[in-house]
C-alpha cells in the first residue's frame, strides 16, 4: 500500500462515519463479507474485497444490496451504472436522508485532492483547509511538516542506497573490464594467473559459490572471505530486486540472471580446463569464452548503471520539489 493510498483510507476510515444519518457504516478491517457481496451483486459488479476500504448500507435489514463501496480509487453506488473515480471531482446534489449531504461532498473533495496530487510530498492540509476550522488547519499543518520530513528522509535513505548499488556495480564493472581488455598474444604466465583468478574469484562471489571459490583458490573459506560473501550476496539481492520491478519510469533489469549465466560459463571452464590439454587452440578457445562471458556481464552491469543513474536523477528532483 503506497502513501496515497494510506492518505485515501485514513480520509473514508474518519469521514465516512461522519457522512451516515440513518446507513449503517463499516469501514476497513469491519467490513462484512456477505453484505461486500451482496452488493457487488446488486450495483458494483466485480470488486475485489482486499480493494474494499468503507461500505454503507441503506436496507432495513442489512442485507448490504444498496448503499456505497469505496476502494482506493473510487466508488460504486446504488443507481450508478458505473464506477466514479475520485480524480473525477464529482460531488451530489441531493442525497437520501440516511446521508450528511455536506459531510459527503466535503469527503468526496478531499479525495479528489488527494488521488490529483502530483507530488507524493503533499498531504492532508490541501485537503483539511478547504472544509476544516482554523483548529483542523493547524493540525493540518503539523501533518504536512510531519510528513514531508518523513519522505525526505526515506528519498535520502534511497539516495544513500542507490548510491552504494551504483558503487558495487562500477567496482564489478571496472573488473569485468579488466577481463575484457587482456590480450591474449602479449599475456606472459603471470597474466594467465591473475586472469584465471580473477575470474573465478569474481563468478563466484557473484553467484555466492564457495565451493567454486575454495576449488580454485585451493583453500577453505576463511571467516573474513565467507563475511565478504555474504555482503556481496545481500548487495546483489538488493539491486537485483530494485531492477526487476516494472515501473514507469523503466523496464526490468534481470541482473540476477545475467550474474548466473556468467557463473555457468565460468564454472564450465574449470570443469573444462581439468581436461584441457595445454594445446594451444584449447588455451586459446578457454580464454576466449572467459572473455565472451565477461563481456555480456559487463553490458548488462552497464544497463543496471544506467538504470540507477536515471532512478537517482528522479530522487533527486523529489527532494528539489
Known amino acids: 500500500m503506497d502513501n496515497k493510498q494510506k492518505e485515501i483510507m485514513k480520509i473514508v476510515s474518519t469521514s465516512l462515519p461522519e457522512c451516515c444519518n440513518g446507513a449503517s457504516c ?21 470488486v475485489d474485497y482486499s480493494e474494499c476500504i468503507g461500505l454503507t448500507d441503506e436496507t432495513v435489514f442489512g442485507s448490504g444490496k444498496r448503499g456505497f463501496i469505496f476502494t482506493f480509487d473510487g466508488y460504486y453506488y446504488t443507481g450508478c451504472s458505473s464506477k466514479r473515480y475520485y480524480t473525477e471531482g464529482r460531488t451530489f446534489n441531493n442525497l437520501s436522508s440516511l446521508y450528511n449531504l455536506s459531510a459527503m461532498n466535503n469527503m468526496l473533495k478531499q479525495l479528489y485532492q488527494i488521488a490529483t496530487k502530483k507530488s507524493g510530498f503533499e498531504t492532508f492540509f490541501d485537503c483539511a483547509s478547504a472544509v476544516a476550522g482554523e483548529f483542523l488547519n493547524q493540525a493540518a499543518e503539523q501533518i504536512q511538516r510531519d510528513q514531508e520530513k518523513k519522505d525526505r528522509q526515506e528519498t535520502e535513505e534511497m539516495i544513500d542506497t542507490l548510491k552504494a548499488c551504483k558503487a558495487f556495480l562500477k567496482e564489478y564493472q571496472s573488473i569485468l573490464n579488466q577481463l575484457v581488455e587482456y590480450d591474449f598474444p ?3 604466465s603471470e597474466d594467465f594467473e591473475t586472469y584465471y583468478a580473477t575470474l573465478f574469484r569474481s563468478a563466484a562471489l557473484l553467484a555466492n559459490d564457495t565451493e567454486l571459490y575454495e576449488k580454485t583458490e585451493g583453500e577453505v573459506l576463511s571467516e573474513e572471505t565467507e563475511e565478504t560473501f555474504d ?10 530486486d530494485l531492477l526487476e520491478m516494472d515501473t514507469d ?19 564450465a571452464i574449470v570443469d573444462e580446463a581439468e581436461d584441457a590439454s595445454e594445446d594451444y587452440e584449447d588455451v586459446v578457445r578457454l580464454f576466449n569464452k572467459g572473455q565472451r562471458a565477461a563481456g555480456k556481464l559487463k ?21 528539489d520539489d
Open 26 to 46: 463499516y469501514c476497513y478491517g469491519t467490513i462484512p463479507a456477505d453484505k461486500f457481496r451482496n452488493a457487488c451483486k446488486e450495483y458494483a459488479g466485480s
Open 186 to 188: 602479449e599475456m606472459d
Open 231 to 240: 555482503s556481496v550476496a545481500e548487495t546483489v539481492n538488493l539491486i537485483s
Open 249 to 267: 519510469d523503466h523496464e526490468p533489469i534481470y541482473l540476477r540472471q545475467a550474474i548466473q549465466a556468467y557463473h555457468s560459463s565460468v564454472d
Open 299 to 319: 553490458k548488462k552491469m552497464k544497463e543496471a548503471i544506467s538504470s540507477i543513474n536515471d532512478a537517482l536523477e528522479l530522487a533527486y528532483e523529489e527532494l
